[in-house]
């Protein structure tokens, strides 16, 4: 029995409350002030260092003057940054726009190219005005991977002749054509610093030991551009190198030159470049912030029409300071993110720092080889054709959209690889449905949504625009009669399953030709699905998260004829495993029960033994090898509702996991005779070294129930003798001069709720009282975590303290839109 679950009558997590969805928080004070945190300042010197060669890099590799490449960087960061609406998205000259430039320049000249560029600005904007930068999700990742990897294509082929010492041509064919009479005419010099640049760029982010992971925090590109060039200058190389003109001859946009149907087609490909590249990154972008634990994850999700409205605004500015197309940068958005950035103020300083060395820095700029920039050019070309990428496509059936993009913008250039892909990628859609059709009922309170035939990214437009008729807040059961979903219609799916129950709202995904339910986010698929992508067996992989365990569950479903997932309780199974009827005669009394329960004990440990066993022996056989090495102590309630391994994702050996009636840590030196708490503590810091401790109570507590009911005097019972150690939350509770826990930006739902949060918040202070814990503090060795999960709502909550006292705040809320 757990003294921690309450009779239903007293519960209220079994009262409407429960049901009621947590409020927004409140909207931020009108009158901020601006701030430059320490964070955003390392954030962007790390992302200025890596900025700087790659930009000089790229207007090499267009054939531009150099000084453009500073210029998109410079206004990329101050335009975009501050107006687009992806705050940590770093935006610049991309390397996905290298051939589109180059062909621009040496069709029209450059002074036409950077009208071109104001000219897409212009449509950009116009595009984010009607707002439908939505709409560029529905372009299959096939063609975007495709288009990406055709880049890269060129990129390499054009940049093995300046790494060689000679001078690109215009086309790829012609580079490949030119390519052996270049072998014959090698400039060992150039040769040299280009392959010192690949061997630092390669080696740099594999150094090894604690002083090399010291060394990596100093990016890989900053360091081969700069080895290459200390040694060039200490050699006495003669190469050619960086030639920065004055400020004052650099050339400005003039009207463009050329046939209308021509500029016109300019425009249209560097839009989509240019608007596809932004926006995806912004997406990636999310995710990243998303993947990040601590105060600096709770970022705001990007605008993507807002983001696009910043993109247009940053390209008409760069443009008409005759500077390259600007885009959202993958490598330098995902430093920003890493490094720990917190606003868009990261982005900003960027480009401040940019400004600042295109004006004092330029004698160390120009003794930089070309070759070295070529040479940077050029792996980076090398990463847009990305395995993973490939992989991806072939497991989602569109291998074939793929190469043809990519052959068609290596051969033909981008707007015509893109035109076919998208051709491609019809036929194929169409190949494989007939009609796709989504409707939207409301029955008895339930908001059905019906998706009839197969899910591509031709229905996702149709799919979002009905899945945001759905209020918030509403339960919504999504039925998909479908056998196929492509990875453009699954990511549009979970991203609103997500933001949807993120605000207090529940989903509930099925499938009416399977008759089981579609696997949760994370569930081990990871885009398209069918019967033919169903494992017929299970695999050798081990389920070391509750995400994997459920992608093992649908894996063994096939094999064992179980489809109930991970954390189905036994009563509401329906795999062979359920509850067995009464005995004939019998009344169902305690005795029936407790024969039930050992039946359903037995039948659960077989299905283990049977289903699960084979999947984790060796990695059991491994933690029996070496011991365990949990990183987490994770002090939590005995209430049977409390799954650790589900609310936090981990598996075996990632927590040492203390549970009790009511999340208590009695204070040391409490003569209770019970040393059990805190036997673990010490235990789990000094012999198991854990670096974070984190208490976690949850809501319908009955423990808390039951120390609120109690009163003085009467027998003392076990469970009131260890109640007492939860009289010190009573306490500061009722202490009017403390501020009251919160949650979420609102009061707690009754006085039950609030004494579960206030227990949260005394038992860290309990815990730092311990001798073994106080000294992990002050090494600076030991985190300590509160944590609170509402069971109703399915929702997490982590412990921060500030100037408005202790607030439990959504985990995940850096996920929400704005």
Known sequence: ?????????????????????????????????????????SASIAVFLIALPLSLGIALATGAPLQAGLVAAAVGGLVAGRLGGCPLQVSGPAAGLTVVTADLIHRYGWRTTCAVTVLAGTVQLALGCVRVARTALAVSPAIVHGMLAGIGVTIVVAQVHIVLGGTPESSVLANLRALPVQLTRVHPAAVSMSLLTLALLLLWPRLPGRAGGALRRVPAALVAVAGATATASLAGLTLPRVDLPSWSSHALAGLPEGPVLGIAAAVLTTTLVCSVQSLLGAVAVDKLVAGRTGPSAHVGR???????????????????????????????????????????NSTMLQGVYTVVAALLMVPVLELIPLASLAALVMAVGIQMVSLHHIRTVTRHREVLVYVVTTLGVVFLG?????????????????????????????KEGVHHVHVQGQLTFLAVPRLSRILHLVPQRAHVVVELDGSFMDHAAYESLQDWRSSHTARGGSVELTGRRTGVNVPEPGAGSTGAMGPADIPRTPGASLPTRTADAAALCSATASATGCRCRPWTPWRNHRCGSATPAPPAGSEGGTGWAANRSGHQLALGIGAFQRDTAPLVRDELARLAREGQRPTQLFLTCADSRLVTSMITSSGPGDLFVVRNVGNLVPPPGEESGDDSVAAAIEYAVDVLGVGSITVCGH???????????????????PLKRWLRHGLPSLERMADGDRRPARLAGRAPADTVEQLCLTNVVQQLAQLRAHESVARALRNGTLELHGMYFHVGEAQAYLLTEGGDGEVFDHVGAAELSA
């Not at 409205?309 to 959202?328: D, E, H, K």
């Not at 707007?415 to 009922?441: I, K, M, Q, S």
């Not at 809501?699 to 003392?716: K, N, W, Y």
Request: one cysteine or more.
């Open 414 to 442: 981008v707007l015509e690889g893109v035109a076919f892909g998208v051709t491609v990628a019809v036929g194929v859609a169409l190949n494989r449905l007939a009609r796709t059709r989504v409707t939207h009922d409301e």
């Open 1 to 41: 029995m757990s003294a921690c679950v309450p009779d239903r009558a007293t519960d209220p997590n079994h009262t409407s409350r429960d049901h009621q969805p947590h409020s927004p928080p409140p909207p931020p004070s009108p009158h901020r002030r601006f701030r430059v945190v320490g964070a955003d300042v």
């Open 302 to 344: 990007s605008g993507l029409d807002r983001e696009l409205l910043g993109q247009g605004a940053a390209n008409i500015v760069s443009g008409a300071l005759g500077g390259l197309p600007v885009a959202g940068v993958a490598v330098r958005s995902s430093a920003n993110v890493r490094a720990g950035a917190v606003s868009r």
């Open 699 to 717: 809501s319908g507590c009955g423990a808390m129930q039951a120390l609120l009911a109690t009163e003085p005097g009467g027998t003392r019972t």
